[in-house]
């Protein structure tokens, strides 16, 4: 699961500073308390976003008989790979910041032998190379973690001999690491008073929050002034469990007099994706204080499409199967179930975003983060200054009458649409017709207009700006290896 993304109530957090004293075999049979140095140094890991990927390096010196912490693993990281190489005996460990579990560590840790070996904990495959090290060479020690992390991790150091220790690390992205996210909160209300929980912003999908207090306290909702749930004048305001359809969502409240576990027990659910922002309140009959939970993206991940028997389910509201290999690759290869907007990488973003609405300047589709992003065609850009476009373009400046765009505004290369008998230049997508009625006599060079080529095909996908190539293969039947489309506006 990712980091933590507030979707309600925001919280000031306090900075906490700990020391975490670990009990370390030297090697001559007796243990030292050490106090394990604080993570907040120059020479850590760099994990970038929350959707990145990527790997790095650092050099740190490791103190001679003392255990030195390395650097922290947070959640959301895909198959973590490390490798730790020291010309001296430097051993690493491996610890669950949450539990003090040690996974990695010499006598102890569940992983704790000289040869390599892997374990299973908390669903998640770690492997360690051993304290021998790759090849017996000591000081050449790796961690590889098999799957997603799903707690925070530390990684320790310590030294037999004093020295430096290189790190050098990789990881993935979690595919849903910008789809799904969960937390939890306390408020506390006076009596009769309203409080607003938080808003639930546009764009995420499966959104589920729970509420529970001792005391009678009432879940309500609002899209800006409109009371989607409160009692007594909400769309939804019963005692019990009821639904609204509302904006292409899907609302369900478990109503007034709770989920049958009492009153102050209460739940929202929103089926398919939020369309637009809305805000939950609350509303207490006693004081108390509410502890609030909530979720979003259940469904998100999933497998789909492909041919299999029994078929995989269909993506949850507010999800689309996408494919994860070029189209035509494999008819029956199965996909994902991920947002609108999601892509797996930019190899892969004319297909995850095509249709998708963009910015009206040409420009081609990429995958940033796992998002569908347009990446505007910096050669179809112009100025008042500089006007030049390619063959068929003139630059249009955008500056909007009356306004001071200052000495040099921008501007945007588009089709001049215009043509002739002799000169049938046209942009990409666009073919000349000569606008001429039969049997009149319009000269020897008669005006023609550029119009939308309007076909293309799965090997050429080429389309005007601000159409898309749809492919028009029924599913099931076989169109050869490059089944015709028709452009289609976007």
Aim: with cysteine; proline share 6%; net charge negative.
């Amino acid at each position: 699961m990712k980091r933590v993304t507030r979707i309600v109530l925001a919280l000031a957090t306090a900075s906490v500073a700990t020391t975490t004293t670990a009990c370390v075999d030297d090697g001559a049979g007796e243990a030292d308390d050490l106090d394990v140095a604080d993570v907040s140094q120059a020479s850590t890991f760099d994990w970038g976003s929350d959707c990145s990927s990527g790997s790095g390096s650092f050099t740190d010196a490791i103190p001679y008989r003392s255990t030195k912490s390395v650097g922290l693993i947070p959640v959301g990281k895909r198959d973590v790979s490390i490798e730790l190489d020291s010309a001296v005996d430097v051993d690493v460990q491996l610890v669950d910041r949450a539990t003090g579990t040690q996974i990695i560590a010499w006598p102890s840790g569940l992983l704790h032998g000289a040869t390599a070996a892997c374990t299973t904990y908390r669903d998640v495959e770690y492997c360690y190379s051993g304290y021998d090290g790759v090849g017996g060479a000591k000081g050449h020690e790796t961690i590889a973690i098999h799957g997603d992390t799903n707690t925070e991790l530390e990684m320790r150091a310590y030294g037999y001999v004093a020295g430096d220790a290189e790190v050098r690390y990789a990881w993935l992205s979690v595919t849903t690491c910008n789809e799904t996210g969960d937390g939890a909160f306390s408020a506390y209300l006076d009596r009769a008073q309203v409080a607003t929980i938080g808003d639930i912003p546009a764009g995420k999908v499966g959104v589920e929050v729970r509420m529970a207090a001792a005391e009678d306290l009432d879940i309500q909702l609002f899209d800006g002034d409109v009371a989607l749930v409160r009692w007594p004048d909400g769309r939804l305001s019963g005692a019990g469990t009821q639904t609204l359809a509302y904006r292409d969502m899907t609302i369900t409240w478990s109503g007034y007099n709770g989920d049958g576990t009492g009153l102050g027990h209460e739940y929202l659910r929103i089926d398919g994706a939020v369309t637009t922002t809305l805000t939950m309140k609350a509303y207490a009959y006693q004081a108390g204080t509410a502890q609030v939970s909530y979720r979003w993206g259940a469904g998100a991940g999933a497998v789909c499409g492909g041919h299999v028997n029994p078929p995989h389910p269909a993506c949850a509201d507010g999800l689309t199967c996408k494919d994860l290999r070029p189209m035509g690759l494999a008819s029956d290869a199965t996909g994902e179930c991920h947002t609108e907007t999601w892509c797996l990488d930019p190899a892969m973003a004319e297909y995850n975003c095509a249709g998708l609405p963009h910015v009206a300047v040409p420009g081609q589709w990429g995958c940033e983060e796992l998002t569908c992003t347009w990446i505007a065609d910096t050669s179809m850009t112009c100025s008042l200054a500089d006007q030049t476009c390619p063959a068929g373009y003139a630059c249009a400046i955008g500056c909007p009458t009356g306004e001071n765009c200052g000495i040099n505004p921008p501007g945007v290369c588009e089709p001049t649409l215009t043509c002739s008998l002799a000169d049938q230049t046209c942009p990409a997508g666009y073919t000349c017709a000569i606008g001429c009625p039969t049997g009149e006599n319009c000269g020897i060079n008669p005006p023609g207009v550029c119009e939308p080529t309007l076909t293309c095909s799965l090997a050429n996908q080429t389309c005007p700006a601000g159409y898309t190539c749809a492919i028009g293969c029924p599913t099931g039947e076989n169109c050869g290896i490059n089944p015709p489309g028709t452009c289609e506006p976007v």
